[in-house]
């Protein structure tokens, strides 16, 4: 009688151990989840696209190749290089410069790409820097819409919906990607002038965010 009382006893102790374990991990496994979603909203991107637009194509000399322009900004505390971009109405797609050459201002793709800083903002606009998008399959007409995609150096992309519309404040057209050619330019070169800007894209507001 006495034995039978011992091993309930020993049953009872196993099965509160028991209890007292799962409920640790348990514990244990919530924390971890807790952790991994704190470490997913902190990884978030923290470069915003606004003001993009692509200029058409219809009716110009060069149909084959054209610019998409916008206002990145960086809200985040490390620097960002906007590495990359693609798009599925280009056969190729390269991040372009206005830069000084022999004495003449030219268009050229920006070695390891454009660099926005921590805290500041860049604007992509006709006459600076811009992305290019070249081998056009169609011709892009105001009122198209372009699918492209944006590729940082912190791993993020954006994804964007971007409006053709027509700029005739431009003259010449765009340069083949093999060699810098003379680009006329629509402002001068690295000025972010506000103003500048809105008399280039109406539907642009200032944003501050361009480093002095």
């Not at 960002?80 to 693609?86: D, E, I, P, Y």
């Not at 001068?188 to 280039?200: I, Q, R, Y």
């Amino acid at each position: 009688m006495s034995f039978t009382t011992l091993s309930t006893r020993s049953r009872a102790v196993g099965a509160a151990g028991l209890g007292a374990a799962l409920l640790a991990g348990l514990t244990a496994c919530g924390a971890s989840n807790a952790a991994d979603t704190a470490g997913l909203a902190s990884a978030e991107p923290t470069v915003e696209v606004s003001d993009a637009w692509v200029r058409a194509t219809a009716g110009t000399e060069d149909p084959s190749m054209t610019g998409a322009f916008m206002a990145i900004d960086n809200a985040g505390a490390e620097d960002v290089t906007l590495t990359g971009a693609a798009s599925p109405v280009a056969g190729k797609v390269e991040i372009h410069e206005m830069a000084m050459v022999d004495g003449s201002m030219v268009m050229r793709r920006i070695e390891g790409g454009l660099t926005i800083e921590a805290g500041y903002g860049q604007v992509l606009m006709p006459g600076g820097n811009h992305v290019m998008l070249m081998g056009l399959t169609e011709e892009l007409s105001p009122g198209d819409e372009v699918e492209l995609t944006l590729e940082f150096s912190d791993g993020s992309s954006e994804e964007l919906t971007v409006p053709v519309k027509e700029f005739t404040e431009e003259e010449g057209h765009y340069h083949e990607s093999d060699a810098p050619h003379s680009h006329p330019s629509g402002s001068p070169m690295g000025s972010p002038a506000m103003g500048s800007m809105e008399s280039m894209q109406p539907s642009m507001s200032p944003s501050g965010s361009s480093k002095p």
